[in-house]
């Protein structure tokens, strides 16, 4: 099946969305989006699994050193540890874009 180049939403569009929602003004959306988004990033900073019920859970993974080649000298070295953000969405969510989507990859003729 082909790819297809979804539209990406910014900052902007869901600070729009989010006042929206909540019915609150949009710089009031922003400050609360603003400090979700400082919240998340000082847990997992500390290193905690963050969950959110019918939503998703996101997680830190620490990628073990292991061996890589040096592209300029092709000379092998060993890679540093590093840590990764992961998110992996519930049930619910993954079921939810699914039903939401589906209607729109359906009408896409195959190449």
């Known amino acids: 099946m082909a790819s297809y180049h979804l539209k990406k939403m910014g900052k902007k569009d869901f600070i729009a ?3 929206e929602v909540s019915g609150k ?6 400050i609360d989006a603003q400090d979700f988004i400082k919240a998340l990033k ?3 900073y500390e290193a905690e ?3 959110f019920e019918k939503f998703g ?3 830190i993974e620490r990628v073990a050193p292991h061996m ?3 592209p300029r000298s092709g000379e092998l070295i060993l890679s540093q540890v590093k840590y990764r953000v992961n ?3 519930s049930l619910d969510l993954s079921v939810g874009v699914k039903e939401a989507w ?3 990859f359906l009408d896409i003729p195959e190449l």
């Open 49 to 51: 699994d963050i969950q």
């Open 17 to 19: 969305k989010l006042s």
């Open 68 to 70: 890589v080649r040096d």
């Open 42 to 44: 000082l847990s997992l």
């Open 57 to 59: 859970r996101f997680t």
């Open 87 to 89: 998110f992996k969405p």
């Open 25 to 30: 003004s949009k710089k009031q959306a922003a």
């Open 102 to 104: 589906e209607p729109v």
